[in-house]
């Protein structure tokens, strides 16, 4: 009796009969053969233990299957670029999943699979990225935020052009880095955002930090009240006194699963992608990172984006523009304390 | 079958150490020639890059202001704390040992935040208590310039300093400070005339090495952002791209440059090796020195130690219990209080154990390596009368010019070229190569000096009693090397456990580390599970360093007993 009481427990508790019912046929067929390959490493988001549990978890419930499931994350462009290293001298990289915005590296070495997510395995056409990559979640590198004990709702900025106000002299702190003025050149225009940053460099006196958790460390103690190029939204959740400002634009630069070329778990590797866009991926994205599309519901993004004007940058210019933006803004951005 | 002679296995142990080194050294320069990252079609353009840019020499100089600066603040505290420890009756040597190397657990950035927080100009607290911020008016201090940061890069650098002096410390012949104290020679002018140039070749190398890694530091620069850049801040924008490939040729020449400002120093060390038989002290007839009596300098010392120790060790570790117990990086305040708890430690132990694990088999496998490596440069370099041994020395005195970005970079390329033969890349053995690459600048560093002040003689009278090279060389080398071999292992151990760039590079089957571990936590804005973390790595690795040091019988004169 207490082996039956045992056996029923299991089988009510084992995730293999709770697959979603709406799986195409096509991904279905990749079940099997992504447990035979027993195991899947995906690099991108730098997570903490209990998060990558988190994600694990998710994924194997979401197809009842019981893979090894392992991250890491790091500096991506390094990574990208001995990714390509490695694909040309035909070295397996351990990686199955680059889970990034940034590819060209590995585009120009044929390091990366093509997958054709739409057509194959059933996902939205709009959710592709190129002919390798499917956009999993939307960043939104020139986010503007504010400390709330310092900023009040009627003074913070409601748009870009309002950082240039002379009460934020001295009171800015922004990424080194040209990735917020790049995606903000599509939305805003080229012109008219060179003039934005030149002017924020020149009168502005922006502190300029080269990590982005630096920025947020600033803003969050307070000691400069306003931040560009870093979201809270999970730090507000825990009571921070920060928050995003009720800014005219929000542009959005996604980023997506590219399984590579000589991955050891391809299959593993399009499930993952696959489960990352549905709606229990999305959730555990949401928990863990804040992370999701902008058109997800119950989303803070989803929340944030509402009632606003969101411009997202296509991929294929980003790849096109990328290079030759990032020159421009470095050039500006380095005249400050010259 | 040939037999291999065991002194042939000295000469291929310095010969795999050199090899890495070149490996790391060739990576930077054949990066400088890359543009796209095309090792297949080398060019000059990055150089040309570099030299147009017309903010170069300003950032030149602030490189070198920025190193010497951080040398002399480290040489103000660790000549007189290396002392303390190997020469005198000092009370509280078990206790200055524990904070040394404690502060080598410590993360950089937490120091630089610790400042950060107290001194800058907006909202500092020493600023707010003083009424005095740039919010209503000119600010009283203002931690984002220059000097702070020599200030506190040169802080941080007092513990590997003070490791690397006290075996040349504790090698010196007491009959010449004897001799001098017969004749009536003060103690002061004893220290001046004969300690400290009897000590030439170990301070200098200490000045050269952290002149070296003072100016690739990147913790400091990063955080503390002075107006203006320095060369580290050049290399790491030119890696760390957008998208598209790093720019490692303009890293590559910006890290030349590093090069170059390093070799002055290095060729006047080399020169300086050439006279080495000048400082040997340790010879046959050698007297122990006998420990100095402080007497009322006692309370001097005492007051140079807690100086550092306040602003080395304790700020840094009050703001990381702060951290540790608050939701979300904040100032002090009472409002504050009202949301502490442990969650952060019961959150950060559940952790540990994989990370734990695995940084213990990365610190044994760095010491093995780094210390096998270095025992074998230094005998080649100090005993084999090669000519070419002082500059296969300043080889791998200009390792640490190499960022170590580039370094992991380097050895990435070359865990890809020989992966049909030996498949070390993805591995943990790669990592440890790496960083026993790294780290073996400064295990030669302190053994030369050590190997410097035993004279030759003591070898000889061995082979003239019949014993092998290879005898000689465990029973006599080796035993007098021992507080320079443990003191090197000792640094070795602490850094490879602190690295943070090499295993985030070169890391990719997801081997978790406790360095990286606090960086993906902090990166989440996991705050306080970071520096709870961070604050257990602090008690292993002192806890550590105390059993080793009780295990080795390494101690401080004075404390054996």
């Known amino acids: 009796m207490k082996r039956l009481v045992i056996a029923v427990a299991v089988l009510l508790a084992c995730p293999a009969w709770a697959q979603p019912a709406n799986l195409s046929d096509a991904v279905r067929a990749l079940i099997p053969l992504a447990e035979e390959e027993g195991a899947l490493h995906v690099y991108g988001a730098t997570l903490n233990p209990r998060q990558v549990r988190a994600f694990a978890d998710s994924f194997n419930d979401y197809y009842g299957i019981d893979i090894d499931f392992t991250m890491s994350g790091g500096l991506h462009s390094a990574k990208a670029s001995e990714v390509a290293m490695a694909h040309r001298a035909g070295v397996p990289t351990g990686i199955d999943v680059f889970w990034t915005g940034l590819i060209s590296a590995m585009v120009e070495t044929g390091a990366l699979m093509d997958v054709d997510w739409a057509g194959t395995y059933g996902a939205n056409e709009s959710l592709t990225m190129g002919r390798w990559g499917l956009r999993t979640h939307d960043g939104h590198q020139s986010l503007v935020t504010v400390n709330t004990n310092r900023v009040s709702a009627s003074d913070a900025p409601n748009s870009y052009k309002d950082l240039l106000d002379p009460k934020w002299r001295g009171r800015i702190v922004m990424p080194r880095s040209p990735y917020p003025w790049i995606t903000m050149s599509y939305a805003m225009g080229e012109e008219e955002t060179i003039a934005l940053v030149s002017n924020l460099v020149s009168d502005q006196e922006p502190k300029m930090l080269a990590r982005y958790a630096d920025i947020r460390a600033r803003v969050l103690s307070g000691e400069f009240p306003v931040a560009v190029g870093t979201d809270i939204f999970s730090l507000r959740n825990r009571g921070a006194p920060v928050t995003h400002p009720d800014m005219d634009l929000l542009v959005l630069a996604s980023s997506g699963a590219f399984v590579l070329a000589g991955a050891e778990h391809p299959a593993a590797a399009k499930l993952w992608g696959l489960w990352a866009v549905s709606p229990e991926g999305q959730a555990t994205l949401e928990e863990t990172r804040s992370y999701s599309l902008a058109e997800t519901p119950d989303t803070a993004l989803n929340a944030y984006a509402a009632g606003r004007r969101v411009v997202h940058v296509p991929f294929e210019w980003r790849l096109q523009h990328h290079d030759r933006l990032a020159k421009t803004f470095l050039e500006i951005l380095n005249r400050a304390g010259s | ?561």
């Open chain 2, 1 to 561: 079958m040939t037999r291999l002679s065991p002194l042939s296995l000295i000469y291929g142990g310095a010969l795999v150490g050199l090899t890495f080194v070149i490996v790391s050294l060739a990576g930077n320069v054949i990066g400088s020639l890359t543009s796209e990252a095309r090792f297949d079609d080398l060019t000059l353009d990055a150089y040309r890059r570099l030299l147009s840019d017309p903010g170069l020499p300003a950032t030149l100089m602030r490189t070198l202001a920025l190193g010497f600066g951080s040398i002399c603040v480290t040489l103000a505290f660790a000549l007189p704390f290396a002392w303390l420890l190997a020469r005198t009756d000092f009370s509280w040597k078990t206790g200055l040992f524990t904070l040394l190397a404690a502060k080598l657990a410590i993360p950089g950035f937490i120091t630089a935040m610790a400042y950060v927080w107290l001194f800058n100009p907006s909202a500092g607290l020493v600023n707010a208590v003083l009424g005095q911020t740039n919010y209503t008016g000119e600010a009283a201090f203002d931690v984002y310039q220059i000097k702070w940061l020599c200030l506190l890069q040169g802080l941080v650098l007092v513990p590997g300093a003070a490791f690397m002096l006290i075996p040349a410390l504790r090698n010196l012949d007491g009959s010449l400070e004897e001799a001098a104290r017969v004749a009536g020679v003060p103690g002061w002018k004893t220290f001046r005339h004969i300690v400290l140039p009897l000590l030439a070749p170990g301070v200098l190398a200490v000045a050269v090495f952290y002149f070296v890694v003072a100016v690739e530091m990147f913790d400091f620069v990063a955080i503390i952002a002075p107006p203006g850049d320095v060369l580290v801040l050049t290399i790491y924008e030119a890696l760390n791209t957008v998208d598209g490939l790093p720019d490692y040729g303009l890293a590559g020449a910006a890290g030349v440059l590093l090069f170059a400002l390093s070799a002055g120093a290095i060729l006047f060390y080399v020169r300086f090796l050439r006279q080495a038989r000048k400082y040997a002290v340790l010879g046959g007839k050698r007297r122990d020195p006998g420990l100095v009596r402080l007497g009322k300098w006692q309370r001097a010392a005492t007051a140079l130690v807690v100086l550092w120790v306040t602003l080395s060790v304790g700020l840094p570790v009050i703001t990381l219990l702060w951290v540790a117990v608050v939701p979300f990086i904040q100032p002090p305040s009472l409002a504050a209080f009202d949301n502490a708890s442990l969650y952060g430690f019961l959150d950060g132990f559940s952790y540990l154990k994989e990370p734990l694990t695995n940084t213990a088999i990365v610190m044994a496998g760095t010491i093995t390596m780094a210390l096998t490596f270095a025992i074998c440069l230094t005998w080649v370099v100090t005993r084999s009368r090669s000519t070419i041994a002082p500059w296969a020395d300043a080889l791998v005195f200009l390792a640490p010019a190499v960022p170590a970005i580039v370094t992991a970079t380097a050895f990435q390329v070359m865990g890809i070229a020989v992966y049909q033969w030996l498949p070390l890349y993805g591995t943990l053995w790669l990592i440890m190569a790496a960083m026993g690459t790294r780290m073996l600048a400064y295990c030669t560093r302190t053994m030369n000096a050590a190997a410097l002040q035993i004279h030759p003689e003591l070898e000889e009278a061995a082979w003239v009693a019949g014993l092998s090279r290879w005898r000689t060389f465990t029973g006599v080398f080796l035993p007098l090397m021992a507080p320079a071999i443990f003191y090197a292992a000792l640094m070795v151990g602490m850094l490879a456990a602190r690295d943070l760039t090499l295993p985030l590079i070169m890391n990719s089957a997801g081997t978790p580390l406790v360095s990286v571990l606090i960086f993906d936590l902090q990166t989440n804005g996991e705050t306080a599970s970071a520096a709870a973390v961070a604050l257990y790595m602090i008690v292993v690795l002192v806890l550590l360093a105390l059993t080793a040091r009780k295990l080795t019988g390494v101690a401080e004169p004075g404390l054996e007993k």
